[in-house]
């Protein structure tokens, strides 16, 4: 598509190669630290969650091993290639997969044929959207060397080679705020300059934004020009109604995080008292932003004898929005007809690529759909496929 903009997709994702921390992890800790074991088995929908269980009749399938867990390579985490009714929740192995999803130059040329000009790729389902698997590792010791090596991978494995055209994202060792600062400062003199954070901390037993435990990390970002990037789901907890409810129930609801995590840094003051900071927010959609907005400043206002934020907030919650933090979608033809009260230059559109969401290899059709069904002039869809993403990231 000639006439349309090429594609900067702030949120897309690499599965994880097989030798990613064998090949950089200590030997002593090679035993205990992620591997990937070939066996059999298959998963359940337990409670709205996928068990997973090694039987001797299951399917092929690579399984990730991590101290006492075990992870298996799923269609959903590495669907891009099949028709949207082979999208099963089943197991598969690595050659079940298209090379894109985790050789890099395999996945330039995907990029290529859906019009992506760059991307900014998320961990996948092993080490989590924003690598807080690590925060439950037993050996804290082999957790920080687990995130030094992803990051050392996105660098110099993943990024290196591909001209700028995938842009790296680091992971943080969440469970701890002043490693966390260390691990920004370290990366981004190597030349990471977007990390992981998780939508919701209280979600993985961390500290909440609302207290002073992430101060360290923020004034780190501050001084490293880093962007802090939050996908959904980043919390390992996604909204579900009941146990008993389908899977559709929680795949049509991760919104719901997004928008409790962006009133949450609203009323935090951390805007405030970093007035540098800015972040991203990932596949959160879009259309719910205004109401959201509107209703924390209705909060902020009308009930400010009780609301505990009225001295620590100094303008409408709101006005810490544009500018400050940015929010992807792949498919919102609400939010976009909208634009105009969520701020032109806060909106990026993403490709999801591989999950079972994205809309490669289309990807350009897609948003050329969306946004003229919107009627976006040419500059504003300029901004919305290409232009905001890289001012972001700084590109």
């Known amino acids: 598509m000639d006439d349309f903009p090429r594609i900067v997709s702030p949120d897309d994702h690499v599965l994880e190669p097989r030798d990613l921390w064998t090949s950089r992890l200590p030997g002593k800790y090679r035993e205990a630290g992620p591997r990937v074991v070939r066996e059999k088995g298959h ?11 090694k039987t001797d009749d299951g399917d092929p399938v690579d399984v990730w091993h991590y101290e ?33 999803c985790y050789e890099p130059n395999a996945r330039l040329a995907d990029m290529d044929v859906a ?12 080490a989590r959207f924003a690598g807080q698997r690590f925060v439950f590792g037993q050996d804290k010791d082999l957790s920080l060397l687990c995130v030094k090596a992803y990051n050392d991978f996105m660098l110099n494995q993943w990024c290196a080679g591909s001209n700028g055209r995938l842009i790296p994202l680091g992971i943080l060792p969440l469970w701890d705020g002043e490693l966390c600062a260390a691990e920004i400062r370290e990366q ?34 501050e001084e490293t020009g880093t962007v802090l990037m939050m996908h959904i789901g980043s919390g390992s907890k996604l909204p579900v109604t009941s146990a008993d409810a389908p899977a559709a129930v929680a795949n049509a609801l991760p919104s719901v995080n997004s928008a409790m995590s962006l009133v949450d840094w609203l009323f935090s003051g951390s805007l405030i008292r970093f007035p540098s900071l800015r972040m991203g927010f990932a596949e959160c959609q879009i259309g719910w932003i205004p109401y959201f907005l509107e209703r924390a400043d209705e909060v ?81 869809i300029q901004k919305v496929v290409r232009d905001n993403a890289r001012h972001l990231l700084g590109l």
């Open 43 to 53: 998963v359940s929908l337990t409670d709205g969650v996928f068990d997973y269980a």
């Open 115 to 126: 019009g992506i000009e760059a991307s900014l790729c998320f961990p996948n389902m092993f």
């Open 300 to 380: 902020w206002e009308h009930n400010r004898g009780w609301n505990e934020v009225w001295g620590k907030i100094p303008d409408p919650p709101s006005t810490y929005f544009p500018g400050r933090i940015y929010c992807s979608f792949f498919s919102d033809n609400f939010g976009l007809r909208h634009l105009d009260e969520i701020g032109v230059d806060n909106v990026m559109f993403e490709t999801d690529y591989p999950h079972s969401d994205s809309n490669w290899p289309n990807s350009q059709e897609v948003a050329r759909q969306q946004v003229t069904a919107a009627g976006l002039d040419a500059g504003t």
């Open 188 to 221: 981004a003199d190597k030349g990471i300059h977007a990390m992981c954070f998780t939508e919701i901390p209280s979600y993985l037993g961390l500290p909440s934004i609302h207290t002073d435990h992430w101060d360290p990390m923020l004034q780190a970002c």
């Open 68 to 100: 006492d867990i075990k992870v298996p390579a799923m269609l959903t985490g590495s669907a891009v290639g099949y028709e949207l009714d082979e999208m099963e929740t089943r197991v598969v192995t690595f050659e079940d997969m298209r090379p894109g």
